[in-house]
């Protein structure tokens, strides 16, 4: 807001981490974390639980604080420009942000409000429509599912429309309806030119959505690449010839799919 | 300061009072354990009761009213607390607005719902024949030690909302709070208790605040009391005010 970006950070990558050290008590989370995340593009972070995904994503978001090393975002310090990254972020943490008192209208609204945007209403009613939760805007967010929930969560975080936004694990606990709408919303956004830094611990969900793949192991970011480097990075594929067997979730879409077109339309 | 401290403390005020507006229950047990009380000493107890003063409920009153403040702050660091735990205090804490409005906000909501809560029981002391010849400068003073201790309390009442690792650690803090008037001259004269306890009683806040509130009510001069009063609210409301920001920094940073 205050500094408005030179050319210089226009050019630079959206992300930019390097040597990122945190520790918690004795434990060393990180132990020199470099990240790259070009603009526009979507970046996965894979790990275990407990690798320090989180911790990376909490640090960008201006959330918690690094022992070492320098993060940029959107051309801005984390540590001493605070309060521009914010302005350039959005957060979707693991468990949805939602307020579950309000309906999902005002919690769109609310968001819009304190981001000082103008015709929050209007902002509102557009991201319900964009996220087929028009019927449902006026229900307490106590009353929805899991997958609603979660679309709203991304809904409020597109409001303002940052340059980039992050997604902790944003599919863990959805059902495989749930996760191919939210996937589907995740490559909506980096059409429209948003820097998308997602983390998750499922290989498939990576695969499907990322430009590139880094895998966070004990602190490090061990590989880094798009998925034909990293594939390439074992044996070539012995050619197999296999009966192609549906897989149960193939199963599970093909005979809820019916209900689920219903629902959309 | 930062520019936009009001404009998002009045937007996340809005969101806290609708949530009390749908589960207005909040109110409703904040308001209940003060009314109990009052039933049993006033029709049951009161009876034994020496005070001095003519009506009993008179003398309760006072007691009354910070009892139902000390129970009523425990709902600021239960809110707080759930913000905490969703996900939507980290939301705000990662978007542009000024953050000490987050805890303001909370604050404010806990003087609005006190002040209901408050009027609730002063109707129903009315109903039950408590009677003040106080004109409006009584009863404003009244108010504003009353607004004074609420702030106080609810500042403390935000370090536990912040720190709390449940609910039910979140909301215990203001038992020994409620408990406070009970050894104080709140519910009996301290001239009736054994010497420790009766030092103790009259160098508490709760019988200073008391004391103070119900010379206002009887309209009899109020002396050095008021001022002990006052500076017990203001001496608790800085102390908190200062630790509840210091754990917010520790807490966000």
Known sequence: ????????????????????????????????????????????????????????????????????????????????????????????????????????????????????????????????????LTEAGTRRVGTYSGGMRRRLDIAMSLIGNPPVIFLDEPTTGLDPEARIEVWQAVKELARGGTTVLLTTQY?????????????????????????????????????????????LEDVFLTLVGAKTEKEQR | MNKHFVGDTTVLLGRSLRHIARSPDTIITTAVMPIAFMLLFVYVFGGAIETGSDSYVNYLLPGILLI?????????????????????????????????SVLWAHVLTSLVANVISLVVIVLVALLMGFRTGAGVLGWLAVAGILLLFTLALTWIAVIPGLTAQSVDGASAFSYPLVFLPFVSSAFVPTASMPGPVRAFAEHQPVTAIVNAIRDLFAQEPVGSGIWTALAWCVGILVVAYLFANLTYRRKIS
Do not use: C, W
């Open chain 1, 1 to 132: 807001m205050s500094n408005s970006p030179t050319s210089a950070q226009v050019e630079q990558p959206a992300i930019r981490v390097h040597g990122l050290e945190k520790s918690f008590k004795q434990v060393k989370v990180l132990r020199g974390v470099d990240i790259d995340v070009a603009r526009g593009s979507i970046f996965a972070l894979l790990g275990s639980n407990g690798a320090g995904k989180t911790t990376v994503v909490r640090i960008l978001a201006t959330l918690l604080r690094a022992d070492g090393g320098t993060a940029r975002v959107a051309g801005f310090d984390v540590a001493t420009q605070a309060a521009d990254v914010r302005n350039s972020i959005s957060l979707t943490g693991q468990f949805a942000a939602v307020d579950e008192i309000l309906t999902g209208r005002e919690n769109l609204v609310l968001v819009a409000r304190l981001r000082h945007l103008r015709e929050p209403g209007a902002i509102a009613d557009d991201l319900l429509g964009r996220f087929s």
């Open chain 1, 203 to 247: 290989l498939d969900e990576a695969e499907q959505l990322a430009d590139r793949i880094a895998i966070l192991h004990e602190g490090r970011i061990i590989v880094n690449g798009t998925l034909d480097e990293l594939k390439q990075l074992l044996p070539p594929a012995e050619i197999e010839y296999v009966e192609k067997q549906p897989t």
């Open chain 2, 68 to 100: 139902t403040i000390a129970s009523g702050i425990s709902y600021t660091a239960f809110r707080l607390f759930l913000d905490m735990q969703g996900g939507i205090f980290e939301r705000f804490q990662s978007m542009p607005i000024a953050r000490s």
